[in-house]
């Protein structure tokens, strides 16, 4: 049976290397498996989760779409800009606004760790940034790695959550650039047969 892939273009602009690499990734899924696409930059929604989780807003109907998406989904892609060595402000709004108690994890009485409600999915993680992968990773300690794929994806219960960094942008020629894609399109069919099987 198919397994259903939820992809998220998580840039606030669609016509970046991110849509880019998120099209090649859903072309590669779509062989073999279900596919739902959300692109941030289409989304209507307050990013501001304005009272914390004292009084939780009611969610906008992408945010209830998404988030039915990610209940549905075996594997959650997100594909990412790296700004100051974390997400953008509008997908970390995204995350604030829909990644809640109840949905995503819930304290009970007498427990020092909560319950993570989205265990059984797997999440890819696809950056894209200025700053060579190896810099980022040994000396600016990947912020956005334990930011988006353990301190929120894994605290939800993802596992395993794989990381691809794409870098530097700023210096790729075209003929990189295609290389990127072509791997994009790669991981797109492995995540797709690896939910078939």
Request: proline fraction near 6%.
């Amino acid at each position: 049976m198919p397994g259903h892939i939820l992809i998220l273009n998580g840039h606030p602009d669609n016509n970046r290397l991110c849509g880019a690499l998120a099209d090649r990734f859903q072309a590669g899924a779509e062989q073999h498996a279900r596919v739902t696409r959300f692109n941030l930059a289409d989304m209507v929604f307050d990013a501001n989760l304005q009272r914390g989780y004292q009084v939780i807003q009611e969610p906008e109907a992408d945010l209830f779409k998404f988030q039915q998406a990610v209940q549905d989904c075996d594997h959650l892609v997100i594909v990412a800009p790296v700004w100051w060595g974390g997400v953008p402000a509008r997908l970390k709004g995204l995350i604030d606004r829909t990644f809640l108690p109840g949905f995503a994890f819930h304290y009970e009485a007498g427990q020092a760790l909560p319950t993570q409600l989205l265990k059984g999915r797997r999440a890819t993680l696809l950056f894209t940034l200025d700053t060579p992968p190896w810099y980022f990773r040994w000396f600016q300690k990947a912020p956005a790695v334990h930011q988006l794929g353990k301190a929120t994806l894994g605290f939800s219960g993802f596992r395993p959550v794989t990381t691809e960094l794409f870098g530097p942008v700023i210096k790729a020629s075209e003929q990189t650039i295609e290389q990127w894609l072509q791997k994009a399109e790669k991981q797109g069919i492995q995540a797709a047969l690896k939910g078939a099987s």
